[in-house]
């Protein structure tokens, strides 16, 4: 007898929650905007706004329980998949600079050494620097050669050997792409001395010598690359 009342209030039970489970059901709203952008509400969603921003709401309480983006389109997907795939790769990134920044530094025994290997790649960058320095001045002297001839056979009323015309405009490009390397060289320089004053903070941070912020080393001011000569025109 008691086996009997237990199985029946079990039953109740499941009973009692399934009607509960039904009701909330029922109760739930959706509000969502049509396609002529008016708001639209009702308890069940019809197939045209199944891909519609919406919001659910409880219709005892009048409340908002939920909401829903709209589906996003082909383009939109694809969009969003390579600003995910862009930003996974560079948290990644991120890591394996920190990781290898880290390698780096446990390899140094004091910061002396760190500030070492670091002249000597400011060093070395600096040589990179003046070779190209030297490279466009040579090249400068070239062109300004060049340019005389030609002026010269202008002024005589003869036209501009086709070969010597070809020669200016090769350096001309030619220049302007050392220059480049120069600004491009000249950046990669005062990047290196904000590099070394980040890692050596960082350095003191894992060494835990907690000493003050390292001072900024002044960058050298980047002269600017001077306009490379126009070529007279080809006779």
Excluded: C
């Amino acid at each position: 007898m008691v086996r009997k009342i237990v199985s029946l209030a079990v039953m109740a039970a499941v009973l009692a929650a399934g009607a509960a489970g039904a009701q909330d059901k029922a109760k739930k709203l959706y509000r969502w905007v049509d396609k002529d952008g008016k708001v639209q509400f009702s308890d069940a969603l019809p197939p045209e706004a199944v891909d519609q921003a919406r919001t659910e709401i409880n219709s005892d309480s009048g409340v908002a329980t939920a909401t829903v983006d709209r589906a996003l389109t082909p383009e939109e997907r694809a969009a969003k998949d390579a600003l995910d795939a862009a930003t996974a790769s560079a948290t990644k990134e991120a890591e394996r600079i920190k990781q290898t920044e880290e390698a780096m530094i446990a390899s140094f025994q004091n910061e002396d050494e760190l500030k070492r290997s670091f002249k000597i790649r400011t060093e070395l960058l600096q040589q990179t620097l003046d070779a190209i320095e030297a490279g466009i001045g040579s090249q400068r002297a070239s062109l300004a050669s060049l340019l005389a001839d030609a002026s010269e056979a202008e002024l005589a009323g003869k036209p501009v050997n086709p070969k010597q015309a070809s020669s200016i405009r090769e350096l001309h490009v030619e220049m302007a792409k050392q220059q480049q390397m120069l600004v491009l060289k000249q950046g990669e320089l005062v990047d290196l001395d904000a590099e070394l004053v980040r890692l050596v903070n960082r350095f003191r941070q894992i060494k835990g010598e907690g000493a003050a912020p390292a001072p900024a080393t002044p960058a050298p001011a980047a002269p600017a690359a001077p306009a490379p000569e126009q070529a007279p025109p080809a006779g």
